[in-house]
């Protein structure tokens, strides 16, 4: 299965694959803090270990960082 993951290409053996699953493969630390866009579509946090990518897929991971004016 072929998939780009923030811009990147990647190959994966698996016939099934989840956002968990590539959130696990990835070793995304703080996976909590992470939201996943797949196509375009930012999924719910509580739909990645149902949420099965398919081949051709692109996936963000999208890190949202604290800061601002003092």
């Known amino acids: 299965m072929h998939?780009?993951?923030n811009g990147e290409?990647?190959?994966f053996n698996q016939a099934e694959?989840?956002?968990a699953d590539l959130l696990e493969?990835?070793?995304v630390?703080?996976?909590e803090m992470v939201s996943v866009q797949v196509n375009g579509s930012v999924i719910d946090r509580s739909h990645?270990?149902?949420t099965t990518l398919k081949d051709d897929d692109e996936v963000?991971?999208?890190y949202f960082?604290?800061?601002g004016r003092r």
């Open 65 to 67: 960082m604290g800061g």
């Open 3 to 5: 998939i780009t993951v």
């Open 17 to 19: 694959f989840s956002i």
């Open 9 to 11: 290409s990647k190959e």
């Open 60 to 62: 963000d991971f999208l």
């Open 25 to 27: 493969e990835a070793e």
């Open 29 to 31: 630390d703080s996976p």
């Open 48 to 50: 990645y270990a149902d």
